[in-house]
Nanobody, 128 residues
């Protein structure tokens, strides 16, 4: 059983940046794709970014393309989300999840139903 713990959230002004981290424990996540999702108050959680097992393929939802970058360090069992040019619409609890399928080469919306083991999340608040 894998446990995911997120960190790095906080309060930032519009236009600012944050770097989120998600550390996995319990087993290695090296062979698995990873993803970040967010949930704003009163709304359902949606994926914003994902990365395949090797880091060679990534996916971003349109609203964060060009601003967010997902990366991973398999030696540290960690995935990151670099967020730049933040705006108030990015305010949410950000959580990470791990794929249940091995060695997924291409990540995309059609595969997100296979992701789970969500962490507790870290709050990101962007003030205007």
């Amino acid at each position: 059983q894998v446990q995911l713990v997120e960190s790095g959230g906080g309060l930032v002004q519009a236009g600012g940046s944050l770097r989120l981290s998600c550390v996995a424990s319990g087993r290695t996540v090296r062979p698995y794709a990873m993803g970040w999702g967010r949930q704003a108050p009163g709304k359902e959680r949606n994926f914003v970014a994902a990365i395949n097992f090797s880091g060679s393929n990534t996916y971003y939802v349109d609203s964060v393309k060009g601003r967010f970058t997902i990366s991973r360090d398999n030696a540290k069992n960690t995935v990151y989300l670099e967020m730049n040019n933040l705006n108030p619409e990015d305010t949410a609890i950000y959580s990470c999840a791990v794929d249940s399928k091995l060695y997924r080469a291409v990540v995309g919306a059609s595969g997100f139903r296979d992701f789970g083991s969500w962490g507790q999340g870290t709050q990101v608040t962007v003030s205007s």
